[in-house]
């Protein structure tokens, strides 16, 4: 049995509208061959794919700051190189990078999110 989920979240179409042209224009791009995903074992169209991966990077913001973009001592993530981006979270999940909170959130995410996540900051300039 496929399940599908229809509809995107408030915070997806509120993060979608906060973010830059360019940013869209990627997240756009990311799935070009429309092949469904999968969101927690559920196969879904690629439009609520881009919208979970935005709604993802929205928790990102709260210390990375706004599109990704730091202000203080954290790192931002907007531009910073897709693969280096996808090591890291995987270091994080592993343990082998130590950090207060980023191995609580490296464990709720899978490879496919990680990757779709870098490929998203990688994208804001």
């Not at 927690?40 to 169209?45: C, D, F, K, S, V």
């Not at 929205?58 to 931002?76: E, L, Y």
């Not at 959130?105 to 994208?123: I, M, N, P, R, W």
Request: net charge positive; hydrophobic share 45%; glycine share 8%.
């Amino acid at each position: 049995m496929k399940h599908v989920f229809v509809g995107a979240s408030s915070a997806a179409l509120m993060l979608s509208a906060m973010l830059p042209v360019s940013a869209h224009a990627a997240g756009a791009s990311a799935k070009t061959d429309a092949q469904p995903c999968l969101i927690a074992g559920w196969e879904n169209p690629a439009s609520v794919c881009a919208s979970h991966i935005k709604t993802i990077a929205a928790t990102c913001f709260i210390c990375h700051g706004p599109n990704g973009k730091s202000n203080g001592a954290i790192p931002s993530l907007a531009g910073q190189d897709k693969a280096y981006l996808i090591a890291a979270m995987k270091d994080f999940k592993a343990g082998r990078r130590e950090a207060s909170v980023m191995q609580k959130y490296a464990l709720g995410y899978t490879d496919s999110e990680y990757e779709a996540l870098a490929a998203y900051f990688a994208a804001i300039k």
